[in-house]
Nanobody, 114 residues
């Protein structure tokens, strides 16, 4: 089993920045993918950004150039720096760990006021 604990959500004005962090613990394999998904009210959960343990990244088109994912393999942490936030970024953000299956954190609310 893998446990994920997120931090860093909150309320911010449009154009502002937030940083999300997530720490993984439990049965962690050195080769894995960690990242972030989000779910807005009435919408499906969608990929925001993920990063493999080798450093390969994948971003949603809607966040490219504004969000940056990073990770520390030694500490099993992943972070998401979110800049130039827009009201459409408002959602619950979920940390994800993928190895054989997808594990989810409890989610952290990000609210961007216009």
């Amino acid at each position: 089993q893998v446990q994920l604990v997120e931090s860093g959500g909150g309320l911010v004005q449009a154009g502002g920045s937030l940083r999300l962090s997530c720490a993984a613990s439990g049965s962690i394999f050195s080769i894995n993918t960690m990242g972030w998904y989000r779910q807005a009210p009435g919408k499906q959960r969608e990929l925001v950004a993920v990063m493999t343990s080798e450093g390969a990244t994948n971003y949603a088109d809607s966040v490219k150039g504004r969000f940056t994912i990073s990770r520390d393999n030694a500490k099993n942490t992943v972070s998401l720096q979110m800049n130039s936030l827009k009201s459409e970024d408002t959602a619950v953000y979920y940390c994800s760990y993928i190895r054989f299956r997808n594990y989810w954190g409890q989610g952290t609310q990000v609210t961007v006021s216009s």
